[in-house]
């Protein structure tokens, strides 16, 4: 400080002047606090620092953080679940709040939700199951349970087959309940074709409809088969 004299150039030259002088005159141990007694004392020596107080540090703390919960309010701590994580159990996620803090952005579904979304759509899913016993006439193997054909009412949708191994194919015939003549389908195409142009309604109120299946054995095969015709209703 020695040299330094008026006129100053600064708020901060004068002010250092000051408290050499009172420094320098023998009766004072040290500062006090009149000596920097407000912020704009303080900051003319710190020019470029601007203080806060301990309740806006506190704030800026808090926005950096984020909203964590307790367990991981701190980013070691934080960091440390995270390396923690190979996989998640049970016991991690025992409540939908704990799961909803993971999944953020995800909606979670009750499973009553999705049956009645389903039951919304109105969705049925039906099948018919076509019996064809052997070729032996015994008490083991009556004819009389063979069930080649179904009544049907209402148009269907979205037919598929599956059949058991002793058949290589099946075909299908189906009529109008007020007709007698049979109209003959090679698959499920020309199946849903027929219906398509000849029957309407639902499965209350709709045309009457007979659906007959005949098999087709593979070679050497005369055993009891079943074929499963699937289909929905809308």
Request: proline fraction near 3%; include cysteine.
């Amino acid at each position: 400080m020695e040299g330094l004299t008026p006129p100053f150039y600064s708020r901060t030259d004068e002010l250092l002047y000051k408290i050499y002088l009172k420094l320098q005159g023998g009766s004072m141990p040290g500062l006090t606090a009149n000596d920097i007694n407000t912020l704009s004392k303080l900051n003319a020596i710190i020019e470029d620092g601007e203080l806060i107080s301990q309740s806006q540090f506190n704030d800026a703390i808090m926005v950096l953080r984020g909203n964590v919960p307790v367990s991981a309010n701190t980013l070691e701590k934080l960091y440390n679940i995270i390396q923690g994580m190979q996989s998640l159990k049970r016991e991690d996620i025992d409540t939908l709040e704990e799961l909803n803090a993971i999944l953020s952005d995800a909606d979670l579904v009750r499973i009553q939700d999705l049956a009645d979304a389903l039951v919304a759509l109105n969705v049925k899913q039906r099948s018919f199951q076509f019996y064809f016993p052997d070729s032996q006439w015994d008490g083991d193997h009556n004819q009389s349970l063979r069930r080649d054909r179904f009544v049907v009412r209402g148009k269907i949708n979205d037919l598929t087959e599956d059949f058991t191994n002793a058949l290589s194919a099946v075909s299908y015939k189906t009529r109008v309940d007020a007709s007698s003549s049979w109209a003959y389908h090679l698959n499920l195409t020309a199946l849903q074709n027929w219906i398509n142009t000849n029957v309407s309604g639902d499965e209350q109120t709709g045309t009457r409809y007979w659906i007959m299946c005949i098999p087709a054995f593979k070679s050497g095969q005369d055993g009891e088969a079943v074929n499963v015709l699937m289909y929905k209703i809308f």
